[in-house]
């Protein structure tokens, strides 16, 4: 009796379905516009197929207007479909709805106005879903979409996403255009993005339609990538509200415009935030760690401006550093709260003297001892590390000696708990990481890489340097040297300092320590010439002479990005090349040098050699 019930059941059911008229799309002709797209089987023709996997499924009604729109009961893309409409959908009758499996892919190519009853609240767009829209109507209705792409290559129409949108399951992708896609409701903007955000082209714009509303908050799971167009937030309400949720979320600017006015960056408590590329924080805005295990890290080669509030008193801020380059806090006016870590990559190569500086302030020589080792005298009870000399390896420079030598001016830091002094340079013996305690007793000529991390608020603002250097006439050739720093997590120009008379009484010439080398490359501050380079990299010290009283500031104004400072070079990068005929030879090198200039000489033998055609080209990360 219970078999005899269940056949019965079956039965019934098939029959249901085979009273529905239900049309199928082909591969030939998946378009609303072509008769010949629509069957009772997958061709067109015959009855219902078997299996319905990967099909366009409309159901019951399929008419089109002379007012461009489509009207059907239900529209169903399943797993692996595709359907281009170039006209709009209405959705008809009792019990419509729209489906997008996860796969299924809808292309939409109407320039006119979607039908009133589109997307109505009937809409089930799976997370791996994607509507595209080739021509972009002025209006998409609310729905929770999947991915959302808009991709309009030959039109400057505009877009907006209008109602109460309020989820985009997956990724909103503006992929090319040159017009603009708006978010914006009638009331306060709220909308939760699980995936990522990606500009292509055209212009993302963070907008208020109405000009009315109060409130834009956009809930990012995934990550901003501008590759292309303008991201940006206009209108007449309060910021807008970039609040990143995910596990490692990035901002990153390749190219394109980052327009950063009205719009605050958030990571919020417990997930950490990539800043890649040049930015921003515009006049009035800010970034925040939300919470004390949120973490915001600035990609090495990155420089970050802020001209509004970064507030770190929670979390981590981290300026990183590697091979790569070393990120920057340049020039800014705005509010810094809280603390940072600001690192310094330093490859491995030969053990050196480098001079160094502090980048934050209050800082102490443990901001340097927690990274490496430090010895001096009286070793672990001045709060060094202990060797069998317990020679010192940390000294700062004085020149106020009777002794005629300059080299009488090093003198040693006594005791770890010393304040290192802003805009004070130190010669630091860097042997290698902390972590292995060898490098304090072997006699090896080399040091492995390692990394310099400081910890506190960023030096701003104009930084005097009264009281730091000075000048003790009477002491032969050591009158007037003074080791300084570069007081910022920034390079500056050294140059600017000297052509806009930033310090009184002082020399043109500028003297860094090669660390490839171990020895002095200068820069002329007034010719622009010399053996190194003009930036002042950051945490380095320098030597400059002043013939008379020091005085003056170093200026926010000043600082420069700078990727890859020589200074911390683990050797300079060059390619040797020798040309030569039957009675004939040279040869060239290229080398990278920030100082290096387009130069070539028609009396020169390569290019009596190759004739005019000559070219030479290198390519170099």
């Given at each position: 009796m219970k078999q005899l019930k269940y056949s019965l059941l079956v039965l019934f059911w098939l029959n249901l379905a085979q009273a529905q008229t239900t049309y199928y799309s082909n591969d030939l002709y998946a378009d609303f516009n072509d008769i010949r797209g629509w069957g009772l089987n997958a061709d067109g023709t015959g009855s219902n197929p078997a299996l319905l996997s990967n099909q366009v499924i409309l159901v019951q009604k399929h008419t089109k207007s002379t007012s461009n729109i489509c009207t059907i009961r239900a529209l169903h893309i399943q797993t692996g479909a595709k359907l281009e409409a170039s006209h709009s959908i209405y959705l008809d009758g009792t019990g419509k709805y729209f489906r997008i499996d996860s796969g299924g892919t809808y292309v939409h190519n109407h320039a006119i106005s979607l039908g009133a009853a589109l997307f109505s609240g009937t809409e089930n767009f799976a997370s791996g879903s994607t509507c595209e829209f080739r021509l972009w109507p002025p209006t998409l209705p609310a729905a929770d979409w999947g991915n959302l792409v808009f991709n309009n290559p030959q039109s400057s129409s505009n877009c907006q996403l209008g109602g109460f949108t309020s989820l985009i399951k997956n990724n909103l992708v503006v992929q090319s255009g040159n017009g603009i896609i708006s978010l914006s409701g009638n009331g306060n903007l709220s909308i939760q993005i699980n995936g990522n955000i990606e500009v292509l082209g055209g212009v993302l714009d963070i907008a208020n339609g109405q000009g009315i509303q109060a409130n834009r908050t956009v809930n990012l799971m995934g990550s901003i990538y501008l590759k292309g167009g303008t991201l940006r937030c206009t209108g007449s309400s309060n910021k807008a509200w970039l609040h990143f949720g995910g596990s490692l979320d990035t901002l990153e600017i390749q190219q394109g415009i980052w327009n950063g006015q009205n719009i605050n960056l958030m990571c919020m408590n417990g997930n950490q935030l990539c800043l890649k590329g040049n930015i921003e924080i515009s006049a009035g805005c800010s970034l925040a760690l939300g919470g004390?295990?949120?973490?915001?890290?600035?990609?090495?080669?990155?420089?970050?401006?802020?001209?509004?509030?970064?507030?770190?008193?929670?979390?981590?801020?981290?300026?990183?550093?590697?091979?790569?380059?070393?990120?920057?806090?340049?020039?800014?006016?705005?509010?810094?709260?809280?603390?940072?870590?600001?690192k310094q990559w330093i490859p491995a190569g030969f053990k050196r003297f480098r001079f160094l500086s502090s980048p934050v302030q209050n800082a102490d020589f443990w901001q340097l001892q927690d990274d490496i080792h430090v010895t001096g005298q009286g070793g672990p009870s001045n709060g060094f590390d202990s060797t069998p000399t317990n020679n010192p390896s940390l000294f700062f420079y004085t020149e106020s000696v009777v002794n005629p030598s300059p080299n009488i001016g090093w003198q040693p830091v006594t005791h770890i708990n010393q304040a290192m002094q802003s805009a004070k340079g130190y010669r630091v013996l860097v042997r290698g990481p902390r972590s292995n305690n060898q490098l304090l007793y072997n006699n090896s000529p080399v040091q492995p890489e390692c990394t310099l991390s400081f910890f506190g608020p960023p030096h701003t603002g104009n930084i005097p340097i009264n009281g730091i250097a000075s000048y003790t006439p009477g002491n032969g050739a050591a009158d007037g040297w003074n080791l300084l720093g570069n007081p910022y997590p920034s390079a500056i120009n050294w140059e600017e300092m000297i052509q806009q008379d930033d310090f009184d009484s002082v020399y043109p010439y500028l003297y860094l320590r090669d660390a490839q080398s171990g020895n002095y490359v200068a820069w002329n501050g007034l010719t622009g010439m010399g053996t190194g380079s003009p930036l002042i990299p950051a945490y380095s010290g320098?030597?400059?002479q002043f013939f008379g009283t020091p005085s003056g500031s170093f200026k926010e104004a000043r600082k420069q990005q700078q990727i890859n400072p020589g200074i911390f070079k683990k050797k300079t990068q060059s390619i040797k090349l020798k040309i030569s005929s039957t009675d004939l030879s040279d040869l060239v090198q290229l080398a990278w040098l920030d100082s290096g200039a387009l130069y070539s000489d028609n009396r020169e033998d390569i290019p009596k050699l190759l004739a005019a055609s000559t070219m030479m080209a290198t390519k170099n990360e």
């Open positions: 004390a295990t949120s973490k915001v890290w600035i990609h090495p080669g990155t420089e970050l401006r802020n001209q509004g509030v970064i507030d770190a008193r929670q979390g981590n801020l981290v300026f990183e550093s590697n091979a790569t380059g070393t990120s920057s806090y340049g020039e800014s006016s705005g509010s810094f709260l809280g603390m940072g870590t600001f320098f030597l400059v």
